[in-house]
């Protein structure tokens, strides 16, 4: 029998100065990086959030508490990895991802192509199963006034076991 499940996730960081800034695991050249306890990738955290709600199995906030020092400046790929083990010791595994990174800067279109690679990899699945899409809030609230970036993800996974 076929199972399908969808999850959805959402984040939020702050900008800081004097770090790096990485997006659904590829850095992007910004003056401004994103503040958090690990590199602060909102939209692998909300993409590993997704993928934990698909398979209702907690939050990331309950896998990885940001009071552990071992998660101090961590590549938050190791968080959807552990997501996606999560997902694979029930049987699941992703169909196709759908990311929407909301702020007014930077652009994410000249980087579009690197994240899918990236996601796709992260993911195990095909590009062309993987979209990433950026919008603005058209100046309003805290991505308006350039304090920082949300995401929202959203996930399709599949169970191919024979029932
Ligand atoms: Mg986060």
Redesign the pocket.
Known sequence: MTTFRIGQGF?V?RFCRGRDLWLAGVRIPSDLGLE?HSD?D?AL?ALTDAVLGAVAAGD?GEHFPPSEPRWRDASSTIFLEHALRLAADRGYRPVNCDITVIGERPRIAPHRHAMCVSLAGLLGIDEASVSVKATTTEGLGFTGRHEGLAALAVVLVVSDELG
């Open positions: 984040d960081h958090g602060a909102v955290h990331i």
